[in-house]
Protein backbone atom coordinates (compact mmCIF):
# COMPACT_ATOMS: atom_id res chain seq x y z
CA UNK A 1 0.00 0.00 0.00
CA UNK A 2 1.46 3.14 -0.70
CA UNK A 3 0.94 6.59 1.16
CA UNK A 4 0.33 9.56 -0.58
CA UNK A 5 1.84 13.16 -0.19
CA UNK A 6 0.96 14.07 3.53
CA UNK A 7 -0.35 10.73 4.78
CA UNK A 8 1.70 9.33 7.77
CA UNK A 9 3.00 5.95 7.26
CA UNK A 10 1.17 3.50 9.74
CA UNK A 11 3.84 3.09 13.54
CA UNK A 12 5.54 0.53 13.82
CA UNK A 13 4.44 -1.48 16.88
CA UNK A 14 6.98 -1.09 19.80
CA UNK A 15 8.25 -4.50 20.69
CA UNK A 16 6.95 -5.29 24.42
CA UNK A 17 9.39 -4.79 26.96
CA UNK A 18 10.25 -8.41 28.25
CA UNK A 19 10.75 -9.43 24.41
CA UNK A 20 13.22 -6.46 24.40
CA UNK A 21 14.57 -7.69 27.52
CA UNK A 22 15.01 -11.20 26.72
CA UNK A 23 16.65 -10.53 23.30
CA UNK A 24 19.40 -8.48 25.24
CA UNK A 25 20.08 -11.25 27.52
CA UNK A 26 20.73 -13.47 25.34
CA UNK A 27 23.46 -11.39 23.87
CA UNK A 28 25.22 -11.10 26.96
CA UNK A 29 28.81 -12.84 26.94
CA UNK A 30 28.99 -16.07 28.47
CA UNK A 31 31.82 -15.57 31.09
CA UNK A 32 32.45 -11.70 32.33
CA UNK A 33 30.85 -8.56 31.58
CA UNK A 34 30.49 -4.83 33.24
CA UNK A 35 28.09 -1.62 33.43
CA UNK A 36 29.75 -0.10 30.71
CA UNK A 37 28.90 -2.72 27.90
CA UNK A 38 25.29 -2.84 29.17
CA UNK A 39 25.44 1.12 28.95
CA UNK A 40 27.17 0.99 25.51
CA UNK A 41 24.05 -1.46 25.19
CA UNK A 42 21.67 0.79 26.13
CA UNK A 43 22.62 4.21 25.45
CA UNK A 44 20.70 7.61 27.72
CA UNK A 45 17.86 6.71 26.07
CA UNK A 46 17.15 3.46 26.86
CA UNK A 47 18.13 4.16 30.99
CA UNK A 48 15.13 2.59 32.19
CA UNK A 49 15.05 -0.09 30.38
CA UNK A 50 18.48 -0.77 31.79
CA UNK A 51 17.15 -0.21 34.86
CA UNK A 52 14.22 -3.01 34.62
CA UNK A 53 17.19 -5.08 33.79
CA UNK A 54 19.40 -4.13 36.61
CA UNK A 55 16.29 -4.99 39.12
CA UNK A 56 15.46 -8.46 37.58
CA UNK A 57 17.95 -10.33 39.17
CA UNK A 58 16.98 -9.27 42.44
CA UNK A 59 13.32 -10.42 42.08
CA UNK A 60 14.30 -14.17 42.58
CA UNK A 61 15.94 -15.95 45.95
CA UNK A 62 19.06 -15.87 44.13
CA UNK A 63 22.08 -13.90 46.22
CA UNK A 64 25.04 -13.16 43.97
CA UNK A 65 28.06 -11.25 46.55
CA UNK A 66 28.81 -7.57 46.02
CA UNK A 67 26.11 -7.03 43.02
CA UNK A 68 23.42 -4.50 44.66
CA UNK A 69 26.14 -2.36 45.63
CA UNK A 70 27.19 -2.16 42.26
CA UNK A 71 23.68 -2.47 40.35
CA UNK A 72 22.21 0.14 43.51
CA UNK A 73 24.60 2.42 42.68
CA UNK A 74 24.07 2.31 39.16
CA UNK A 75 20.29 3.32 39.86
CA UNK A 76 20.95 5.69 42.03
CA UNK A 77 22.68 7.21 39.33
CA UNK A 78 20.07 6.70 37.06
CA UNK A 79 17.64 8.44 39.06
CA UNK A 80 20.30 11.55 39.83
CA UNK A 81 20.44 11.97 36.02
CA UNK A 82 16.81 11.86 35.22
CA UNK A 83 16.59 14.62 38.32
CA UNK A 84 19.46 16.62 37.27
CA UNK A 85 17.93 16.24 33.14
CA UNK A 86 21.74 15.61 32.69
CA UNK A 87 23.17 12.59 31.00
CA UNK A 88 24.19 9.76 33.54
CA UNK A 89 27.58 9.77 34.66
CA UNK A 90 29.25 6.88 36.42
CA UNK A 91 32.52 6.59 38.33
CA UNK A 92 34.85 4.22 36.24
CA UNK A 93 35.20 1.86 39.33
CA UNK A 94 31.24 0.97 39.06
CA UNK A 95 31.22 1.20 35.38
CA UNK A 96 34.70 -1.16 34.76
CA UNK A 97 33.80 -3.43 37.81
CA UNK A 98 33.67 -7.15 36.35
CA UNK A 99 30.27 -9.13 36.85
CA UNK A 100 29.94 -12.71 36.66
CA UNK A 101 27.88 -13.40 33.55
CA UNK A 102 26.96 -16.73 34.01
CA UNK A 103 25.75 -16.43 37.75
CA UNK A 104 23.94 -13.02 36.48
CA UNK A 105 22.11 -14.94 33.26
CA UNK A 106 19.89 -16.98 35.13
CA UNK A 107 18.72 -14.90 37.36
CA UNK A 108 17.84 -12.26 34.81
CA UNK A 109 15.95 -14.67 33.10
CA UNK A 110 14.41 -15.70 35.84
CA UNK A 111 13.09 -12.12 36.87
CA UNK A 112 11.50 -11.64 32.90
CA UNK A 113 8.34 -13.40 34.07
CA UNK A 114 7.60 -9.94 36.64
CA UNK A 115 8.55 -7.66 33.48
CA UNK A 116 5.84 -10.03 31.81
CA UNK A 117 3.10 -9.94 34.58
CA UNK A 118 3.89 -5.93 35.03
CA UNK A 119 3.17 -5.40 31.35
CA UNK A 120 0.07 -7.45 31.51
CA UNK A 121 -1.63 -5.07 33.89
CA UNK A 122 0.15 -1.80 32.80
CA UNK A 123 -1.91 0.46 31.21
CA UNK A 124 -0.85 3.67 29.42
CA UNK A 125 -1.94 6.84 30.33
CA UNK A 126 -3.89 5.72 33.66
CA UNK A 127 -3.94 7.96 36.89
CA UNK A 128 -2.34 10.78 34.84
CA UNK A 129 -2.29 12.69 38.03
CA UNK A 130 0.84 10.36 38.98
CA UNK A 131 2.50 11.39 36.08
CA UNK A 132 2.17 14.47 34.89
CA UNK A 133 3.73 18.03 35.58
CA UNK A 134 7.34 18.90 36.45
CA UNK A 135 6.43 18.62 40.20
CA UNK A 136 5.17 14.97 39.85
CA UNK A 137 8.31 14.47 37.87
CA UNK A 138 10.63 15.33 40.57
CA UNK A 139 8.70 13.54 43.18
CA UNK A 140 9.04 10.25 41.24
CA UNK A 141 12.45 10.78 40.32
CA UNK A 142 13.00 11.30 44.32
CA UNK A 143 11.23 8.27 44.77
CA UNK A 144 13.20 6.04 42.28
CA UNK A 145 16.10 7.47 44.22
CA UNK A 146 14.82 6.41 47.35
CA UNK A 147 14.26 2.76 46.23
CA UNK A 148 17.95 2.57 44.84
CA UNK A 149 18.98 3.47 47.96
CA UNK A 150 16.85 0.92 50.13
CA UNK A 151 18.31 -1.69 47.67
CA UNK A 152 21.94 -0.73 48.57
CA UNK A 153 21.16 -0.59 52.13
CA UNK A 154 23.42 -4.30 54.05
CA UNK A 155 20.13 -6.09 54.59
CA UNK A 156 21.09 -8.60 51.98
CA UNK A 157 20.80 -11.41 53.77
CA UNK A 158 17.64 -11.06 54.70
CA UNK A 159 14.80 -12.64 53.13
CA UNK A 160 12.72 -10.06 50.33
CA UNK A 161 15.02 -7.21 51.46
CA UNK A 162 16.43 -6.60 47.81
CA UNK A 163 13.04 -8.03 46.64
CA UNK A 164 10.94 -5.01 47.95
CA UNK A 165 13.00 -2.08 46.71
CA UNK A 166 13.50 -4.01 43.27
CA UNK A 167 9.91 -3.87 43.01
CA UNK A 168 9.37 -0.33 43.56
CA UNK A 169 12.39 0.35 40.87
CA UNK A 170 10.54 -2.21 38.41
CA UNK A 171 7.20 -0.31 38.68
CA UNK A 172 8.68 3.36 38.46
CA UNK A 173 10.58 2.15 35.35
CA UNK A 174 7.73 0.93 33.58
CA UNK A 175 5.04 3.53 35.13
CA UNK A 176 7.42 6.42 33.55
CA UNK A 177 7.97 4.53 30.16
CA UNK A 178 4.67 3.53 30.01
CA UNK A 179 3.37 7.03 31.28
CA UNK A 180 1.25 4.94 33.83
CA UNK A 181 0.39 6.54 36.83
CA UNK A 182 -0.94 3.00 38.37
CA UNK A 183 2.25 1.80 37.87
CA UNK A 184 3.67 4.95 39.57
CA UNK A 185 1.37 4.67 42.77
CA UNK A 186 2.44 0.73 43.39
CA UNK A 187 5.83 1.48 43.12
CA UNK A 188 4.97 3.85 45.86
CA UNK A 189 3.47 1.67 47.89
CA UNK A 190 6.29 -0.84 47.01
CA UNK A 191 8.55 2.26 48.83
CA UNK A 192 6.32 2.37 51.78
CA UNK A 193 6.42 -1.21 52.23
CA UNK A 194 9.98 -1.97 52.50
CA UNK A 195 10.56 1.34 54.80
CA UNK A 196 7.80 -0.30 57.08
CA UNK A 197 9.82 -3.89 56.46
CA UNK A 198 13.12 -2.42 57.36
CA UNK A 199 11.86 -0.73 60.00
CA UNK A 200 10.71 -3.87 61.52
CA UNK A 201 14.17 -5.05 61.26
CA UNK A 202 16.04 -2.67 62.97
CA UNK A 203 12.87 -2.90 65.37
CA UNK A 204 13.58 -6.24 66.00
CA UNK A 205 17.02 -6.72 66.23
CA UNK A 206 17.23 -3.23 68.45
CA UNK A 207 14.97 -5.68 71.31
CA UNK A 208 17.09 -8.72 70.77
CA UNK A 209 20.33 -6.76 71.33
CA UNK A 210 18.83 -5.18 74.39
CA UNK A 211 17.97 -8.44 75.76
CA UNK A 212 20.91 -10.11 75.14
CA UNK A 213 22.32 -7.32 76.71
CA UNK A 214 20.16 -7.64 79.47
CA UNK A 215 20.63 -11.14 79.95
CA UNK A 216 24.96 -10.90 79.89
CA UNK A 217 24.36 -8.16 82.58
CA UNK A 218 22.11 -9.10 84.83
Not at 93 to 108: E, M, N, Q, T, V
Amino acid sequence: MEHGPGTAPPRRRRRPLGEQLAAIIGQLPEDRLSLRELLDTFGDEGLLLLTILLTLVFLIPVSIPGVSTVFGAAILLVGVSRLARRPLWLPRRIKDKALPADRLRPGLQGGLKWVRRMERISRPRRLPAFVDGRAMDIANNLAFILAALLLMAPFGFVPFSNTLPALALLLYAIGMIQRDGGAILLGHLANIGTMVYFAVLLGGGGMAAHGLFERLTG
